[in-house]
């Protein structure tokens, strides 16, 4: 008896699909640039900020207080996939609330985060 069923919309569909997988919040297999929630938040003495490259880049994080003002810049060359730039609370200088941005040549993302005493 041969098969006479149809294919599964998965089995007939041809073709690369663009899947992102997630575990705990990092990208493990992405289609683009993503910026996550700095981990921990608030924080206290150091705190991580992870995003993930499509591509091997250079990135530049910039971190402004409450009232727009430039108080930390750190750059670097990464890997494509997960990436994490690590902040001191030395390299602050500031408590409250605070907003990061990392940027790539051809990408931008922002987000914002609390440094408590």
């Given at each position: 008896?041969?098969?006479?069923?149809?294919?599964?919309?998965?089995?007939?569909?041809?073709?690369?699909?663009?899947?992102?997988?997630?575990?705990?919040?990092?990208?493990?297999?992405?289609?683009?640039?993503?910026?996550?929630?700095?981990?921990?938040?608030?924080?206290?003495?150091?705190?991580?900020?992870?995003?993930?490259?499509?591509?091997?880049?250079s990135a530049t994080l910039t971190v402004f207080?409450?009232?727009?003002?430039?108080?930390?810049?750190?750059?670097?060359?990464?890997?494509?996939?997960?990436?994490?730039?690590?902040?001191?609370?030395?390299?602050?200088?500031?408590?409250?609330?605070?907003?990061?941005?990392?940027?790539?040549?051809?990408?931008?993302?922002?987000?914002?985060?609390?440094?408590?005493?």
């Amino acid at each position: 008896v041969g098969n006479t069923e149809r294919p599964s919309s998965a089995e007939a569909t041809a073709g690369k699909l663009d899947i992102a997988l997630r575990f705990d919040g990092k990208t493990i297999a992405g289609v683009g640039f993503e910026l996550y929630q700095n981990q921990p938040n608030p924080f206290v003495n150091q705190t991580m900020i992870g995003f993930h490259l499509p591509a091997a880049t250079s990135a530049t994080l910039t971190v402004f207080d409450e009232t727009g003002r430039l108080i930390h810049t750190q750059k670097g060359d990464f890997a494509k996939g997960y990436n994490v730039f690590m902040i001191d609370r030395q390299l602050i200088g500031t408590t409250g609330a605070l907003w990061y941005r990392v940027e790539t040549s051809k990408d931008s993302a922002a987000r914002t985060m609390i440094q408590t005493k």
